[in-house]
């Protein structure tokens, strides 16, 4: 089974401005409800999880209390008339218009052509909340037409202006220009459906021509995905209208090889993702033979034992830079820090953090058995550094204690950060500096003296491998990230400044071990990590074509970089002796 995704599937340009412009209200409006005339966005999951930020869908301005004088209220992508914004102000409400730029341009073509007596038809759905709202702009001169029928219906027009609902059929649109045509040869046309609308619709039907079976994700009550679907069945291809991954029963998918997947505008990424997680593992049950390594592979990235050896592989690396004789319980100590903190922590934010992952159902269904191996992991990396001095344990217990009280509410409700887990960024910082404190300070805490060039050389080059990582999963998060109001690095800087920064620490990186190589401080070893570094290069592109590999595969992929470090240093010390 190979499934093909489509480019464009997921958050048009419209919809993802909407839901960015509310979210980031949402961050600096303290405890007062935000209100959408409307649904945000056609898709009942994101709905749910807005409403959970305090950003509520009304439909009924009645609905909002009268004693929240001046509440903002958000005019959804799909814009509404003049007459419902009168509606608004008259209410005394603070609008915040998130009408997509496309459909405010075929606002502007209506009234524009309203004003010199055209008749204006609409190509489009009538119940569509955006062809309500351009009807609104005709100033009483505009009908809806959905099909050929309905224009031979209409009377005696003298000049037309015919446009299209943003995310209108392109077949059908052209099908009902030729027939208004026909009928008022005094007719002006503006092709108003969305660029990418026609690319998304155009992949689909291309997809559907060369695969088994078509999957489109979207909710329900989404007009664009519906056509989706419709397009794809057209094509005589079997096409099944999913909202969540849970529609996809074990036999649902059996039988077909080659899978086409696209997802209505309205439908975010981390659904997607979920959708694509589901089917890999529909087809690692399908071949089960040759597939041992895969599954065993993709069950350490999902329990985190394969960050825990990533760990290891990293505190290898550490005590080899710094010079001093490998202790495998180091490297055991570290595996067992870093899987009990993972854990301990996905534990604690587990409604929140696994939303739309491949931990989630996992983490959900198992927690006190995730919750019993981090506590069991955490007792025994105690013990074990205990054996190895009263500085290491001490060490390993002051970070265990911060990687509990990071997640901890320590300050009253009333404060915006109440943990140090909301201070934006400090997820990717504090992951990282945990991390090199454990891997690069724990083997040599002993040490008189403590300090050295290559302790400090092995500390950045494992904080910033850790940073980059941890960022970079974070960028493919986004869109989950600021639904759920975590405030990652790439939340609040952007996901381009984010990936200029990690360009900027992988180059830091590669100068220091160059550096640190030619002067002596640390050993040749610093110039093999080169191909580490290499390595992280390549995840920058993975991160660029996320659609197609599945979520447990790039973060499976993201960790290895851990591993590669690892290997470099065996490789190392293989060509030394």
């Known amino acids: 089974m190979s499934v093909r995704i489509a480019q464009t599937a997921g958050f048009c340009m419209g919809v993802r401005r909407a839901v960015e412009m509310v979210l980031e209200i949402a961050r600096h409006k303290g405890p007062r409800t935000i209100y959408t005339y409307g649904p945000l966005i056609h898709n009942p999951q994101t709905v749910d999880f807005l409403r959970a930020r305090g950003i509520v869908p009304v439909d009924d301005l009645d609905a909002i209390p009268s004693s929240e004088h001046n509440a903002a209220i958000v005019i959804r992508a799909h814009g509404i008339s003049p007459a419902e914004r009168r509606k608004l102000r008259e209410k005394g409400l603070r609008i915040i218009d998130a009408t997509c730029p496309k459909v405010a341009h075929v606002q502007a073509i209506i009234r524009k052509h309203a004003a010199q007596h055209y008749a204006i038809l609409i190509v489009g759905d009538g119940d569509h ?130 899978i086409g997947l696209s997802a209505g505008a309205s439908t975010p990424n981390w659904i997607l993702s979920r959708v694509v997680d589901r089917i890999t593992e529909q087809q690692s049950e399908k071949k089960r033979k040759g597939q041992l ?57 587990r409604k929140n953090c ?27 990396g105690l013990g074990i550094a205990m054996s190895q001095g009263i500085h290491a344990f001490l060490l390993l217990f002051f970070m265990s204690t911060l990687g ?55 500390f950045l080059f494992t904080f910033g491998v850790v940073f980059i990582r941890s960022s970079l999963s974070d960028i493919l998060d986004i869109q989950s990230d600021r639904l759920i109001g975590r405030e990652t690095i790439p939340v609040v800087v952007g996901k381009q400044k984010t990936q200029t920064l990690l360009a900027a620490i992988c180059l830091l990186l590669a100068v220091m071990l160059v550096s640190s190589a030619l002067v002596g401080w640390t050993s040749p070893l610093s110039l093999v990590l080169l191909i580490n570094l290499f390595y992280i290069w390549i995840c920058f592109r993975l991160c660029d074509r996320r659609a197609s590999l599945s979520g447990i595969v790039l973060e499976g992929l993201l960790e290895t970089s851990y591993v590669i470090a690892g290997l470099c240093s065996i490789l190392w010390v293989a060509a030394r002796s």
């Open 404 to 458: 509990i009280l990071y997640n901890s509410s320590l300050l009253p409700k009333k404060w915006h950060y109440r943990s140090l887990k909301d201070l934006p960024g400090s997820k990717n910082i504090s992951m990282a500096l945990a991390w090199a404190t454990v891997v690069a300070i724990m083997p040599v805490v002993e040490r008189k003296p403590f300090f050295s060039p290559e302790l400090l050389i092995a």
């Open 354 to 380: 696994t939303i739309g992952s491949f931990r989630e159902e996992s983490y959900l269904k198992h927690e006190y058995f995730y919750l019993s191996g981090a506590i069991l992991s955490m007792l025994t």
């Open 293 to 349: 390594f895969f599954k065993l592979w993709t069950l350490a990235v999902r329990t985190d034992l394969y960050s825990a050896l990533g760990a290891a592989c990293l505190s290898l690396t550490a005590m080899l830079l710094e010079r001093v004789p490998v202790n495998i319980l180091f490297l055991l100590i570290t595996a067992l820090y870093v899987h009990a903190m993972h854990t301990f922590n996905r534990f604690v934010n």
């Open 129 to 258: 909340p955006e062809v309500n709202g351009l009807l609104g702009h005709s100033g009483g001169h505009g009908r809806v037409v959905s099909s050929c029928s309905d224009v031979d219906r209409l009377p005696d027009l003298e000049k037309v202006c015919v446009v299209a609902q943003t995310t209108q059929s392109v077949d059908e649109f052209k099908a009902v220009v030729q027939r208004v045509r026909e009928k008022f040869p005094e007719t002006v046309v503006y092709n108003t459906i969305c660029d990418s609308t026609e690319r998304r619709q155009s992949e689909v039907q291309e997809l559907a021509s060369q695969t088994e079976a078509m999957v489109i994700v979207g909710g329900r009550n989404s007009a664009n995905t519906r056509r989706l679907a419709d397009l794809a069945a057209l094509q005589g291809t079997p096409t099944f209208h999913i909202e969540t991954a849970d529609e996809l029963s074990g036999d649902l998918l059996v039988g077909f090889d080659r």
